[in-house]
């Protein structure tokens, strides 16, 4: 909660609850809040958004979760997978980058990779491997995200060929590699 009020500008006010001070500022205000990654604070994001929503009528909240925050009135919308390369039946052949670059989640790969690492760029020689980790990683964008992430350190081509621990490769690192300004 304190989170939201400071990402809000608020100040904490001594001897006043974090939600009154939020209620204060958003009970006539037309607002929409957005809260991301909710799933690691599920509960008090429930209860948060829940309280916010009963007393703020001009308040919209969008949260992403990976868990439905079960609350009255929860509209949820399940976001799908990216558009991914199909598999060429002749081995080893792949579409060209240029036709790499009409899939979503290469889209979103190479943009991802080229924030990480302003050198990278979807070429012959990657493109193969740009393609199986768009469908390995069966177009979620998160996963495509994290994976992207390791083109700092990694070239497409071993992070293809360590996807087969997948969850390893795309849980460990930096939890701010996306958010350098």
């Not at 909660?1 to 006010?13: C, D, F, T, W």
């Amino acid at each position: 909660m304190n989170n939201v009020v400071n990402a809000l500008g608020l100040a904490e006010q001594p001897n006043k609850l974090a939600l009154t001070t939020l209620i204060e500022h958003l009970k006539e205000r037309r607002v929409l809040l957005v809260l991301d990654n909710c799933e690691h604070l599920i509960q008090a994001t429930a209860k948060l958004t829940e309280n916010l929503l009963r007393v703020c009528p001009y308040l919209q909240i969008v949260a992403t979760s990976r868990e439905l925050l079960s609350i009255p009135g929860e509209v949820t919308f399940q976001v799908p997978s990216l558009s991914v390369p199909e598999m060429i039946s002749i081995p080893g052949s792949w579409f060209p980058p240029e036709v790499l670059l009409q899939y979503e989640a290469v889209i979103l790969f190479v943009e991802r990779a080229k924030a990480t690492n302003p050198n990278f760029s979807l070429n012959e020689q990657n493109a193969p491997a740009v393609a199986h980790i768009c469908l390995r990683l069966d177009g979620i964008p998160l996963a495509l995200e994290l994976a992207a992430a390791r083109i700092k350190i990694l070239s497409a081509e071993a992070i293809n060929d360590r996807l087969g621990d997948r969850f390893r490769l795309l849980t460990g690192g930096s939890r701010t590699a996306f958010y350098q300004l």
